[in-house]
C-alpha cells in the first residue's frame, strides 16, 4: 500500500478501466452463470444497509427483524411458515450448516452423509471440513438420483440423506418426494439442496408445471438450501438455509460472550444485514405474481434454445426441467466447442457428468442474444 492516499476521481478512473475486463450480465454473453443482474430496488436497499451486521444483531434489530421475515417468507414458499433459518453468504453455506445440524444433532462417532452423484462440490467441503465420510449415490438413466443406490448406501452411521431441487449441471429435480419416504421410515435427516431451484420450482408449480413436491411439504424433509442470489435477483451474497425445528440450530449455537447476543448458529460471525434487507425487499417488490412471470419468461428461452438446437442437428443430454439446457454436437467435443465459442465472446460452461455445453437461462437472456448464439454456433 502506497503512503500517501489517491483522490476519489482517480480511484474511479482506475476502477471504470478495471471494470471493463469483466463482463456483464447485460451484455447476454453470460450464458453459464446462476447468477445474474441484481434487481435495481435491491442494489438500492443493499447500499442504503451496506452498515448493518447481523453477526451482532442487538445492535442492529431493525434488520433482524427484515432477517425473520425473510426466513418467514422462505418458510411460506417452502410450505411451513413456521421454519427457522438464517440469511447466508450463498448455498455453499447454507449446505454446510445443514450438514453440520445432521451431523450435531446425531452425534454418531463415525458419521456419513449420503449425496447423489450430481451435488454441488459444497458437499465435498463440508464433508471435509465437518469430517464426515461422503458417500455418492448413482444416477438413474434420467440422471436424477437412484433410489435404490441411496437405499443401498444406507447404514447405522448415515447423519443425512441429500436430494438435489434443481442440479447444478443439468437443472433437474430428484424424486424428493421417495427421499422423503425413505427418511421418515428410516428415521433419517433430509437435506433438499435448493439453491437454484428454490426460487424457481414453487413459481413455476403456481403456473401450471407439473412438478412433484420437493419441500416442507413432506414430511421427511428435515431442512432446506434456497438461494435468492440466483432466480431472486438479490445481490450476491444471500442464501438461506431454513430448518423444520429450532432444536436444529440449537444443535450447533455457540457461545459469544462479548456480543448482544449470547448464542450465534451460523458459520459466519459478522455477516451483512444488507443481504437480509436487500432480499427482503426484492421479495416483497417482486411478489409471487412478479416472480412467476421471471421464472416464466425464462423457461420460455430455456424451451426456445432447445427446439433451436435440436433443429440444427445438435443433441441434448436431457430434455430441461429448470432453466438449464446440455447439449453436445455431433462433431466436436465440449470443451472445444466451449472454446471456439469464447473465441466469439460466448461464455458457456461445461458439465462433467456427462460432458456437454451447459447453458443456464438466467433472466439477463434475451432472444434475441440466443438468436445471435446459434447463429454463431452453427457457423462453428
Ligand atoms: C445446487 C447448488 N447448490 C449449492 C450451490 C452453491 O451455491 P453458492 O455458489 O452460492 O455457494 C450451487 C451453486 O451453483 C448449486 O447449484
Not at 422462505?74 to 455453499?92: A, K, M, R, S, Y
Not at 451431523?103 to 464426515?132: C, D, M, Q, T
Not at 470443451?335 to 465459442?341: G, Y
Not at 462433467?352 to 447463429?375: D, T
Request: aromatic share 6%; with cysteine; proline share 6%.
Amino acid at each position: 500500500m502506497d503512503f500517501k492516499g489517491l483522490s476519489r476521481d482517480k480511484i474511479l478512473k482506475l476502477l471504470k478501466k478495471v471494470k471493463e475486463e469483466d463482463l456483464t450480465y447485460d451484455s447476454g454473453r453470460i450464458l453459464g452463470s446462476m447468477c445474474t443482474s441484481p434487481h435495481p430496488i435491491a442494489k438500492e436497499v443493499f447500499c442504503e444497509f451496506i452498515e448493518s451486521n447481523l453477526g451482532d444483531p442487538g445492535l442492529f434489530k431493525g434488520t433482524r427483524a427484515l432477517e425473520n421475515d425473510v426466513i418467514k417468507m422462505i418458510g411460506e414458499l417452502l410450505g411451513d411458515p413456521n421454519v427457522v433459518g438464517h440469511v447466508v453468504t450463498g448455498g455453499t453455506e447454507a449446505n454446510l450448516m445443514a450438514m453440520r445440524a445432521a451431523r450435531n444433532i446425531k452425534g454418531l462417532v463415525k458419521p456419513e452423509i449420503i449425496v447423489p452423484k450430481s451435488a454441488h462440490f459444497s458437499f465435498k467441503k463440508a464433508a471435509e471440513i465437518l469430517r464426515l465420510n461422503l458417500k455418492e449415490a448413482a444416477l438413474g438413466p434420467d440422471y436424477r438420483v437412484d433410489i435404490d443406490s441411496v437405499g443401498e448406501l444406507l447404514s447405522s452411521n448415515t447423519v443425512a440423506i441429500v436430494g438435489i431441487a434443481g442440479t447444478t449441471e443439468l437443472g433437474l429435480v430428484d424424486p424428493i418426494p421417495e427421499l422423503s419416504r425413505l427418511c421418515e421410515d428410516e428415521g433419517v435427516y433430509l437435506h433438499v439442496d435448493a439453491a437454484l431451484g428454490g426460487f424457481i420450482i414453487p413459481f413455476l408449480k403456481e403456473a401450471g408445471y407439473d412438478i412433484p413436491d420437493f419441500d416442507f411439504r413432506l414430511k421427511g424433509v428435515t431442512s432446506v438450501t434456497i438461494d435468492p442470489h440466483k432466480m431472486g435477483l438479490a445481490p450476491i451474497p444471500s442464501g438461506c438455509i431454513v430448518f423444520r425445528g429450532r432444536e436444529y440450530l440449537d444443535s450447533m449455537s455457540i457461545e459469544t460472550p462479548y456480543l448482544t447476543e449470547k448464542q450465534q448458529s451460523t458459520i459466519v460471525g459478522t455477516r451483512s444485514g444488507a443481504s437480509a434487507a436487500a432480499t427482503w425487499a426484492i421479495m416483497k417488490y417482486m411478489g409471487r405474481e412478479g416472480y412467476i412471470r421471471v421464472v416464466k419468461d425464462s423457461m420460455k428461452i430455456t424451451h426456445f434454445l432447445a427446439r433451436e438446437l435440436k433443429r440444427c442437428g445438435f443433441e441434448l443430454v436431457t430434455e430441461p426441467q429448470l432453466n438449464i439446457v446440455a447439449f453436445n454436437s455431433p462433431d466436436m467435443p465440449p470443451e472445444a466447442l466451449a472454446h471456439q465459442l469464447g473465441l466469439k465472446g460466448w461464455s458457456v460452461s461445461i458439465s462433467s457428468y456427462p460432458p456437454a455445453v451447459r447453458i443456464v437461462l438466467m433472466p439477463h437472456i434475451k432472444k434475441e442474444h440466443i438468436e445471435a448464439f446459434m447463429e454463431d454456433l452453427t457457423r462453428i
